[in-house]
């Protein structure tokens, strides 16, 4: 098993019984943690980049400390300010008992990002991966809940983590409430290891340690929710093309006029809602304005109006929730990719390339099996490559030459 298709090792009653319900710890799930990432990955990464808090932080029981203590502010010759870690005192405040978080890996590590990729294919979300570093048993964050579900996955070491369960069902981050105190022991008290996997439901209360004796290195897939107050927030715009919900409210009518503007809001309401295939049409409008991961092709393509047609130049979709419709436009049938923000119109014999740029996403595809695919010629193919490249639907990369 190859690390970005994790999601084949949930299970295929994951998404039908798990997910959203229940933790679920796979032991093993990822045979070699390390070609994802790693000790060296996370010091190159702090050393080339200029990681500003928040996005790299420390923090020591539930608190984040000052970047001064493990940092110094820098003026740049443009007049701008950074923060230069300094490796002494970063390895001092580890050893202290702080804990390292690196947000969004998955923007900054290719490996990581092939990852969130194949999780958002499969679970049609948003995902963000952080990395975590600890040293020491000191709880880097206290007791506390996430207001989206997690997968984590261990890279080096071993982490306990102690699960409580929720005390308020489905927690929001914009709520009307907060949850109760956890309760005092633990539905379940895990050690991550190497290569194990641990999926935690949103709003559950967890504790988590490096008390085993050994540094740990985990990465922590966070999966944005899709609740009912998206959907209505969503259906809102929708409503936008109703007069009734364009109408100004009657404040200063009668209690009876009042009474029946609300009764045809509600009806446009409920219209609205009874509406066949209302989730799938709110799904399908979140993965179209899903942007991926968008990546240059420097400098192979210095113009993006001209993709050569070389049969070994590689191809990627930038977003793993692209899908394809058939559609009419001018009485001529049309096949139409809806990705990064845009719909593209193509000819229905690009139809089988689309199908395999979605089938193998996130790895890449060679020019020449995609024109083998469509049977169409390798020149007809970059075309349509370079259609996908100026809607922001696709990148290429050098490949071996055929």
Same mark, same amino acid.
């Given at each position: 098993?190859?690390?970005?298709?994790?999601?084949?090792?949930?299970?295929?009653?994951?998404?039908?019984?798990?997910?959203?319900?229940?933790?679920?710890?796979?032991?093993?799930?990822?045979?070699?943690?390390?070609?994802?990432?790693?000790?060296?990955?996370?010091?190159?990464?702090?050393?080339?980049?200029?990681?500003?808090?928040?996005?790299?932080?420390?923090?020591?029981?539930?608190?984040?400390?000052?970047?001064?203590?493990?940092?110094?502010p820098?003026?740049?010759?443009?007049a701008?300010?950074?923060?230069?870690?300094?490796?002494?005192e970063?390895?001092?405040?580890?050893?202290?008992?702080?804990?390292l978080?690196?947000d969004?890996?998955d923007?900054?590590?290719?490996?990581?990002?092939? *990852? !969130?990729?194949?999780?958002?294919?499969? =679970?049609? $979300?948003?995902?963000?991966?952080?990395?975590? /570093? %600890?040293? #020491?048993?000191?709880?880097?964050?206290?007791?506390?809940?996430?207001?989206?579900d997690?997968?984590?996955?261990?890279i080096?070491?071993?982490?306990?983590?102690?699960?409580?369960?929720?005390?308020?069902?489905r927690?929001?981050?914009?709520d009307?409430?907060?949850?109760?105190?956890?309760?005092?022991?633990?539905?379940?008290?895990?050690?991550?290891?190497?290569?194990?996997?641990?999926?935690?439901?949103?709003?559950?209360?967890?504790?988590?340690?490096?008390?085993?004796?050994?540094?740990?290195?985990?990465?922590t897939?966070? *999966? !944005?929710?899709?609740?009912?107050?998206? =959907?209505? $927030?969503w259906a809102?715009?929708?409503?936008? /093309? %109703?007069? #009734?919900?364009?109408?100004?409210?009657?404040?200063?009518?009668?209690?009876?006029?009042?009474?029946?503007?609300?009764?045809?809001?509600?009806?446009?309401l409920?219209?609205l809602?009874a509406?066949p295939?209302?989730?799938?049409?709110?799904?399908?409008?979140?993965?179209?304005e899903?942007?991926?991961r968008l990546?240059?092709?420097?400098?192979?393509?210095?113009?993006?109006?001209?993709?050569?047609?070389?049969?070994?130049l590689?191809?990627?979709?930038?977003?793993?929730?692209?899908?394809?419709?058939?559609?009419?436009?001018?009485?001529?049938?049309?096949?139409?990719l809806t990705?990064?923000g845009?719909?593209?119109?193509?000819?229905? /014999?690009?139809?089988?390339?689309?199908?395999?740029?979605?089938?193998?996403?996130?790895?890449?595809?060679?020019l020449?099996?995609?024109?083998?695919?469509?049977?169409?010629?390798?020149?007809?193919?970059?075309?349509?490559?370079?259609?996908?490249?100026?809607?922001q639907?696709?990148?290429v990369?050098?490949?071996?030459?055929?």
């Amino acid at each position: 098993m190859t690390v970005p298709f994790i999601a084949e090792r949930l299970g295929q009653g994951f998404l039908a019984q798990t997910y959203t319900r229940d933790y679920l710890h796979l032991h093993g799930a990822v045979t070699d943690p390390g070609a994802l990432f790693s000790y060296d990955t996370l010091s190159d990464l702090i050393a080339a980049h200029c990681l500003e808090p928040p996005r790299l932080r420390l923090s020591a029981d539930g608190e984040t400390l000052p970047a001064h203590r493990y940092a110094v502010p820098v003026t740049s010759r443009r007049a701008t300010v950074w923060q230069r870690i300094y490796p002494a005192e970063l390895h001092e405040r580890l050893a202290e008992g702080a804990s390292l978080v690196l947000d969004a890996v998955d923007e900054l590590h290719e490996p990581v990002g092939d *990852l !969130a990729a194949a999780l958002e294919k499969h =679970l049609r $979300t948003h995902v963000q991966v952080n990395a975590y /570093a %600890s040293w #020491t048993p000191t709880e880097g964050f206290g007791t506390h809940w996430d207001d989206h579900d997690t997968l984590i996955i261990q890279i080096a070491g071993a982490k306990r983590w102690r699960l409580f369960g929720p005390t308020r069902e489905r927690p929001m981050y914009r709520d009307v409430t907060t949850p109760e105190p956890p309760p005092e022991r633990p539905l379940a008290d895990l050690t991550l290891r190497a290569g194990d996997v641990l999926y935690v439901p949103r709003g559950w209360w967890h504790a988590v340690t490096a008390d085993q004796g050994e540094a740990s290195l985990h990465l922590t897939c966070g *999966l !944005a929710p899709h609740t009912g107050a998206d =959907l209505i $927030t969503w259906a809102a715009d929708r409503l936008r /093309a %109703s007069t #009734t919900a364009r109408t100004d409210l009657p404040l200063h009518a009668s209690a009876e006029d009042q009474a029946d503007y609300l009764t045809d809001l509600r009806t446009e309401l409920d219209t609205l809602f009874a509406t066949p295939g209302l989730l799938d049409a709110y799904t399908a409008a979140r993965d179209a304005e899903d942007l991926g991961r968008l990546r240059p092709s420097l400098p192979r393509l210095p113009h993006i109006h001209y993709v050569p047609a070389e049969p070994g130049l590689l191809v990627r979709l930038t977003t793993a929730r692209a899908r394809t419709t058939c559609v009419m436009a001018d009485g001529e049938s049309l096949v139409r990719l809806t990705a990064a923000g845009n719909e593209i119109d193509l000819d229905p /014999a690009a139809h089988p390339l689309l199908d395999m740029l979605l089938a193998a996403m996130p790895a890449w595809t060679p020019l020449g099996d995609l024109a083998a695919a469509s049977r169409l010629p390798v020149g007809d193919v970059a075309l349509v490559v370079q259609e996908l490249l100026t809607a922001q639907a696709a990148t290429v990369r050098p490949g071996e030459r055929r």
